[in-house]
């Protein structure tokens, strides 16, 4: 019995032990998806943290939505595009954000409908594929939980997974400003659905979680709002834009002028398809314009 | 609780030491050791369920005395009692819903209109296996192949035994109740086998069968979009993920139960080395089929009241067998497809063509001819899979139809590379390590090499852990049978 006891014991020890030790070996080597990107576009922003920019700042309305190599080729000053996920939340990274930003840049802040009532939300899922499978991650914001939970998951072999050319959800989805432009040759299934909260806003304590908005010149822009949406919740909407006002924060333009046709949409509740993207950066550029002069 | 998750993980180990180190002393404190454990593994997915099984194996116990007596006509009430107590459990809780909406559409095809009352009670975990451990027992007694057992509890740990309780092998009582009521003695080798199968078990399951499904998963659920290639690729897949995900089960239930020192029957031998259908069924889940062939074929009559009574009561087992499997026209469909396939071999006896041996048993590799019957034995198998996996007849037709449409209309894509290529990753590793396993499926021994067998059983513990990693992020995936 003892033997036995005794040879478990090893084979455990000894597979334990290899397999983390080449779990740790292989940490900057995990399988990369379309959560990765939003890595690379932390990247970026460490790489220009000393130089004056632009940052676009909100979830996927933002990453999809907006043109930062349009703003940059347009106005000559680098401009990063931060948008990616919703799922993310946009608190977590607001220390490494700040870290990373000049005393003059400037910061186009366009949170989805939600984070106006609820700015801390993030989705629980979508945040765990973020940093179990991204070690850097963990390692960009300086969040030690994060990397041992990274260690702890599984190596990713990416076997058996159907190979789908159609999907703008893949890692290399950006271009060198951080837009995602996979999408930009397919033709996608349609926006989603969605409906508007109507709980109380907490805009009174953006400040809290956003602190940029005490420190840096700030723009708010809505995101883009699909019809069906906006004639069911336009009146929420408008509060919304009401009280955007009320707090003195400058705004690009109105809701409505970013209500569009579903058949603009790419996919789910605020993709735009790229060509729509361009007409709306150009706006976005012109005033920027005016603001900077 | 499952076998892929971290709660057997602890449970394991705890219920192993207190077997051998503490409950060792004598017989019924091993056994009640087994029977508190069982029961723990099985409430673990709920405690209500616990009620039946404990109900159940009263009742069969009982039973048990009534079938034993001389009186034959009180042996037979007693007999029918048994099969009316199990198969009314599995119509209630199995059965019911299909038959009372089958009886709602035949009313409404003569315009009646009724509103059966459904059932809105979980299907017990594992119940088509216990409710035949405990019909297998009367039989047997009624038969007069063994007595009625004088403990309950010994019969207790026959029915509920942990590691075939939810998806087998259905055990019969002359082959395990003996080992229930003898002491067990530790045994090395024993251990280090059953070690091995477990390893052997949860690899094929939790890599294999776990890794193909990401994209069998896929080509089923969204078939319609797939080109034929994909839907042949998906169908071969699940082929094999039901075989890793169903012999990577008994394999860890054998693996098991030889750390207790028991001995359970093989549930599987390589099935898809299989020449014929027939030996197909004498490879694939054995306990079940041997079960039907036992209880059911033989005592209609089997083949020796002429071809026609062989045919109608092969048609039966196939149907029945089909029907076991779940309550869907799919099942018995699939299991129509199998006795359609058996019954060249029936008509031209050729059914025990391939008894005793496994394919080149004394050689390498097999010859063209046996290749082409495997090959076409396979095909014929994965073709009935897809409507086994698939819900929904039309939606079983229209894969198939699909696959022939899209072949017409774009032959070129046989040229091309199909999507969901990646899954031969799995597969040909699998049939070249069974392949080399073939000839006895109860020793998983890679070679004579000590170092290059602790290597090997070192890779498979790496994907192993790597997938047990994943469960922190979703829960583990079940086991295809535990659905029956």
């Given at each position: 019995m003892s033997t036995l006891l005794k040879k478990i014991f090893f084979f455990f020890l000894v597979s334990f032990?290899?397999?983390?030790?080449?779990?740790?070996?292989?940490?900057?080597?995990?399988?990369?998806?379309?959560?990765?990107?939003?890595?690379?576009?932390?990247?970026?922003?460490?790489?220009?943290?000393?130089?004056?920019?632009?940052?676009?700042?909100?979830?996927?309305?933002?990453g999809w939505g907006f043109s930062a190599e349009l703003i940059e080729h347009k106005l000559g000053i680098k401009t990063i595009n931060l948008g990616h996920s919703m799922g993310f939340g946009l608190t977590e990274?607001?220390?490494?954000?700040?870290?990373?930003?000049?005393?003059?840049?400037?910061?186009?802040?366009?949170?989805?409908?939600?984070?106006?009532?609820?700015?801390?939300?993030?989705?629980?899922a979508t945040l765990e594929n973020l940093y179990r499978y991204n070690y850097e991650y963990g390692k960009l914001i300086g969040n030690v939980k994060?990397?041992?939970?990274?260690?702890?998951?599984?190596?990713?072999?990416?076997?058996?997974?159907?190979?789908?050319?159609?999907?703008?959800?893949?890692?290399?989805?950006?271009?060198?400003?951080?837009?995602?432009?996979?999408?930009?040759?397919?033709?996608?299934?349609?926006?989603?659905?969605?409906?508007?909260?109507?709980?109380?806003?907490k805009l009174d304590v953006f400040p809290k979680y956003f602190p940029f908005l005490l420190t840096h010149k700030v723009i708010f822009a809505f995101p883009p709002t699909q019809e069906r949406i906006y004639k069911e919740f336009g009146n929420r909407l408008n509060f919304i834009q009401k009280s955007v006002l009320d707090q003195h924060y400058l705004m690009v333009d109105s809701v409505k002028d970013n209500v569009y046709p579903q058949s603009v949409f790419f996919d789910a509740e605020y993709h735009i398809t790229c060509d729509t993207r361009t007409h709306r950066t150009e706006k976005l550029i012109s005033y920027l314009q005016k603001f900077i002069k | 609780m499952l076998f892929n998750s971290f709660a057997f993980m602890a449970f394991l180990p705890i219920v192993f030491l207190l077997y051998w180190f503490v409950f060792n002393r004598n017989l019924k404190q091993q056994n009640l050791l087994i029977l508190v454990a069982s029961y723990v593994f099985y409430g673990?997915?709920?405690?209500?369920?616990?009620?039946?099984l404990a109900g159940s194996t009263l009742l069969d116990f009982l039973y048990g005395f009534g079938v034993a007596s001389k009186n034959r006509s009180?042996?037979?009430?007693?007999?029918?009692?048994?099969?009316?107590?199990?198969?009314?459990?599995?119509?209630?809780?199995?059965?019911?819903?299909?038959?009372?909406?089958?009886?709602?559409?035949?009313?409404?095809?003569?315009g009646l209109h009724v509103n059966p009352v459904l059932l809105n009670v979980a299907l017990p975990v594992g119940i088509s296996f216990y409710t035949f451990h405990g019909m297998s027992y009367v039989f047997d007694i009624y038969r007069g192949v063994r007595q009625p057992v004088a403990s309950f509890f010994e019969y207790a740990v026959f029915v509920c035994f942990f590691p075939l309780l939810v998806a087998g092998p259905i055990e019969r009582a002359n082959h395990l109740l003996p080992q229930v009521q003898t002491k067990r003695v530790f045994n090395y080798s024993q251990m280090v086998e059953g070690c091995?199968?477990?390893?052997?078990?949860?690899?094929?399951?939790?890599?294999?069968?776990?890794?193909?499904?990401?994209?069998?998963?896929?080509?089923?659920?969204?078939?319609?979009?797939?080109?034929?290639?994909?839907?042949?690729?998906?169908?071969?897949?699940?082929?094999?993920?039901?075989?890793?995900?169903?012999?990577?089960?008994?394999?860890?239930?054998l693996g098991t139960s030889k750390l207790f020192g028991f001995e359970l029957l093989s549930n599987f031998?390589?099935?898809?080395?299989?020449?014929?259908?027939?030996?197909?069924?004498?490879?694939?889940?054995?306990?079940?089929?041997?079960?039907?062939?036992?209880?059911?074929?033989?005592?209609?009559?089997?083949?020796?009241?002429?071809?026609?009574?062989?045919?109608?009561?092969?048609?039966?087992?196939?149907?029945?067998?089909?029907?076991?499997?779940g309550a869907s026209w799919n099942f018995i469909i699939w299991g129509g497809i199998h006795a359609i396939g058996f019954l060249p071999l029936l008509l031209l006896n050729k059914n025990r063509k391939n008894v005793t041996e496994v394919?080149?048993?004394?050689?390498?590799?097999?010859?063209?001819?046996?290749?082409?019957?495997?090959?076409?034995?396979?095909l014929f198998v994965t073709f009935a899979w897809i409507f086994f996996r698939i819900d929904g007849l039309s939606n079983a037709v229209g894969y198939c139809k699909q696959i022939i449409v899209n072949s017409i209309q774009d032959p070129g894509q046989y040229l091309r590379r199909p999507p969901g290529l990646s899954i031969y990753i799995y597969i040909i590793p699998l049939l070249l390590i069974d392949w080399w396993l073939r000839r006895n499926e109860r020793v998983v021994r890679l070679t004579n090499f000590r170092v290059v067998n602790w290597l090997i059983a070192l890779v498979m513990a790496f994907f192993i852990i790597n997938n047990f990693l994943g469960y922190l992020d979703v829960k583990p995936t079940s086991f295809i049978y535990f659905e029956f």
């Open positions: 032990s290899a397999f983390f030790l080449l779990k740790f070996s292989l940490r900057n080597f995990q399988q990369k998806n379309y959560n990765s990107a939003f890595v690379d576009k932390l990247k970026i922003l460490k790489a220009n943290k000393l130089n004056r920019k632009i940052i676009l700042f909100g979830g996927s309305s933002v990274i607001q220390p490494f954000l700040m870290q990373n930003l000049t005393s003059d840049d400037i910061i186009v802040f366009s949170p989805e409908w939600k984070f106006y009532t609820s700015p801390e939300y993030y989705d629980t994060y990397e041992i939970k990274s260690y702890l998951s599984k190596i990713q072999l990416g076997i058996g997974q159907l190979e789908n050319h159609n999907t703008a959800y893949i890692y290399n989805c950006l271009n060198k400003n951080g837009d995602v432009i996979s999408q930009c040759n397919l033709t996608g299934p349609g926006p989603r659905y969605y409906g508007i909260d109507n709980t109380p806003l | 673990w997915w709920s405690w209500k369920f616990l009620i039946l009180k042996a037979k009430l007693f007999l029918w009692l048994g099969v009316i107590n199990n198969l009314g459990i599995l119509a209630v809780f199995k059965y019911y819903n299909f038959f009372a909406l089958q009886f709602q559409q035949g009313f409404e095809l003569i091995r199968l477990m390893l052997w078990g949860m690899f094929k399951k939790m890599v294999i069968a776990d890794g193909i499904a990401i994209a069998v998963d896929d080509i089923f659920k969204n078939y319609p979009s797939h080109s034929a290639y994909s839907l042949i690729v998906g169908a071969i897949g699940f082929s094999f993920q039901i075989y890793c995900d169903f012999s990577g089960y008994s394999d860890i239930a031998r390589f099935p898809y080395f299989s020449r014929d259908i027939a030996e197909f069924w004498r490879r694939w889940h054995i306990s079940l089929s041997s079960w039907f062939r036992d209880y059911l074929y033989i005592p209609l009559g089997g083949s020796k009241n002429g071809k026609l009574t062989a045919v109608r009561n092969t048609f039966i087992i196939f149907l029945v067998s089909g029907f076991w499997h394919v080149a048993y004394d050689r390498k590799l097999p010859n063209v001819k046996e290749l082409w019957q495997m090959l076409t034995t396979f």
